[in-house]
């Protein structure tokens, strides 16, 4: 992949996070899905690549989201597998609340993980405690060689995890261990990918999210050098019948970062929406102006790169729709 590809992507998230920021708070969530998806798949329309969403909103018959297998890009080389979310947390956005974001990974063909629309269980943690953390140890271990790698006391780890039932045993573990926890409602991408910089506050993500999302957020971690590990948790016979239509053989397993993004190059990109750890939300500054914050990074160089642009809206127009 070219090196100016990542720049074309993150125009891409830029978009789609301008067309739905002013949804925030309105309590409108699927309208501000729609707003941040028909964006992306204009400006999508523009970028000079041949790609296929492999993880994407749905299937094809429930267009108009960006449905798994839908071609995006001029149909010009390189070929590339492409995993979306236009708006990761649209509960969050609804709300007014932190880490919305527009969110774009892709990776040469046949190089992500088509994942299906299930849970995974999940444990992420950035370049530091790379290889000493495992989804199967327990979590007082994995606290343990995270505090170990990030030579400070577990006091002072912390351990962020999706407010939900289904974790509460994790909760009570990670207590008894004696590290802190962030609690958050949605947007575990963004949890993930926040363990990758000390500077967020953020160690370690354990718990069970959507399948897709985990496939994004390793792609963002392969960038930084951290790590994620997940297990597919099928829930019906129609959703094992699909992980085997997709080539997961041993359901069971402990999917690996090479699973999930093999080889060694991938492109990953977000801009915040609302305020986040790590990103900033759309800022519109008046006289037909907007702030973004962004960032993009590659796993062949490990570049990171932020970038805070400023959009004139009065110029803005893609194909018709006015941003």
């Not at 067309?19 to 729609?34: L, V």
């Not at 995006?72 to 609804?94: H, R």
């Not at 900033?280 to 914050?293: E, L, M, N, P």
């Amino acid at each position: 992949m070219d090196r100016e590809l990542a720049l074309e992507i993150v125009r891409v998230t830029e978009v789609a996070a301008l067309n739905c920021a002013r949804w925030m708070g309105r309590g409108q969530k699927n309208e501000a899905d729609a707003a941040a998806t028909n964006a992306m798949r204009m400006m999508f329309d523009t970028v000079q690549m041949d790609g296929t969403v492999v993880i994407g909103e749905g299937e094809m018959d429930e267009a108009p989201m960006l449905y798994i297998g839908e071609r995006l890009g001029t149909g010009v080389a390189p070929k590339l597998d492409v995993a979306v979310d236009p708006l990761e947390g649209t509960n969050i956005l609804a709300k007014g609340q932190w880490n919305a974001m527009a969110v774009v990974a892709v990776a040469p063909e046949g190089t992500l993980l088509h994942a299906p629309d299930m849970y995974m269980e999940k444990i992420a943690v950035g370049p530091r405690a790379k290889g000493r953390v495992h989804l199967d140890a327990s979590v007082a271990e994995n606290l343990r060689a995270v505090a170990e790698a990030a030579e400070k006391d577990i006091s002072d780890v912390v351990a962020v995890i999706l407010d939900r039932p289904r974790h509460e045993h994790i909760i009570q573990q990670v207590r008894a261990a004696g590290a802190r926890i962030k609690l958050i409602t949605d947007g575990d991408v963004a949890a993930a990918l926040n363990t990758a910089f000390p500077e967020t506050g953020v160690d370690i993500l354990f718990g069970i999210g959507g399948a897709p999302e985990g496939v994004l957020a390793a792609a963002a971690l392969k960038c930084m050098g951290g790590e994620l590990q997940g297990r597919l948790l099928p829930e019906t016979d129609e959703q094992r019948a699909r992980c085997e239509a997709m080539g997961i053989g041993d359901i069971r397993r402990v999917l690996t970062m090479e699973d999930l993004v093999r080889g060694d190059d991938a492109i990953f990109a977000a801009t915040g929406v609302t305020d986040g750890e790590l990103l900033r939300g759309v800022r519109f500054i008046g006289q037909s102006r907007a702030r973004t914050h962004s960032v993009v990074m590659r796993a062949q160089t490990g570049t990171v790169r932020f970038v805070d642009a400023t959009h004139d809206l009065s110029r803005k127009q893609l194909n018709g729709l006015q941003i």
